[in-house]
């Protein structure tokens, strides 16, 4: 498809387990963004890179939580020894440019259940 | 504090009943406003832009207006099909990098027959 492609799109995990999140962004897209939401909530940034440099990772809540990007396509948000407060639905977006202002198109997320 | 506040939390409308959603920021150095529309279990689906005050976008039945202060979603004769959680972001100069998204909790609209 033409759009964000993320998986799984479901993920049922114990607590102290590790996961893996993968994001396809649009074919082409120098930009990849990835953000959390709480129920109800609005999206919260977690990290942002610019084809395979990730630039901005100021929003990760904290050193379980890390990305990649390695040859500037597919990204991998992956969460170690996971607890029950990182249940949420993870978001990745793309965008056309290195411009700080382009649309962000999203992915239908990622939703992550730690019991 | 929150920077990006949305208002009314939830709307119901009657179908044809015209409305406006409303965005306030408390930021400086606006990058850019954007709107998205949110189906459960989805996404949020790209709007609109807005840069700078005065600026209007108009899409169907939806226009964004933006002043230095707010933006206003204004919905025309609103059908069922656009119900949905309308999403406010904003971009400004000194947030992280600049590059990311800060999202205000959305409105949830209701468009009953």
């Known amino acids: 498809g033409a759009g964000v492609s993320q998986s799984p799109r479901y993920k049922v995990a114990k607590r102290g387990q590790d996961v893996a999140l993968r994001c396809d962004p649009i074919?082409?897209?120098?930009?990849l963004f990835w953000y959390q939401q709480a129920l109800g909530q609005g999206p919260e940034f977690l990290t942002y890179?610019?084809?395979?440099?990730?630039?901005?990772k100021s929003g990760l809540p904290s050193d379980r939580f890390f990305a990649e990007r390695p040859e500037g396509s597919v990204s991998t948000l992956k969460i170690q020894r996971t607890q029950q407060e990182d249940s949420a639905v993870y978001l990745c977006?793309?965008?056309?440019?290195?411009?700080?202002?382009?649309?962000?198109?999203f992915g239908d997320g990622t939703r992550l259940s730690i019991l | 504090e929150d920077q990006v506040t949305q208002s009314p939390e939830a709307l119901r409308l009657q179908e044809g009943e015209s409305s406006s959603l409303n965005c306030s920021y408390t930021?400086?150095?606006?990058?850019?406003l954007f709107w998205y529309r949110q189906d459960p279990g989805k996404g949020p689906e790209f709007l609109f832009t807005?840069?700078?005050a005065g600026e209007e976008k108009e899409k169907e039945r939806l226009k964004a207006t933006l002043t230095k202060k707010e933006s206003f979603l204004h919905i025309t004769a609103p059908k069922p099909e656009d119900s949905a959680t309308y999403l406010c972001?904003?971009?400004?100069?000194?947030?992280?990098?600049?590059?990311?998204?800060?999202f205000g909790k959305g409105t949830s609209l209701l468009v009953t027959p």
């Open positions: 807005l840069y700078s």
């Open positions: 074919s082409g897209h120098v930009s």
């Open positions: 972001a904003v971009q400004w100069e000194s947030r992280n990098s600049g590059y990311a998204l800060n």
């Open positions: 977006a793309s965008s056309s440019s290195g411009l700080s202002n382009q649309p962000q198109h």
């Open positions: 930021v400086s150095g606006l990058r850019g």
């Open positions: 890179f610019q084809n395979e440099a990730q630039l901005d």
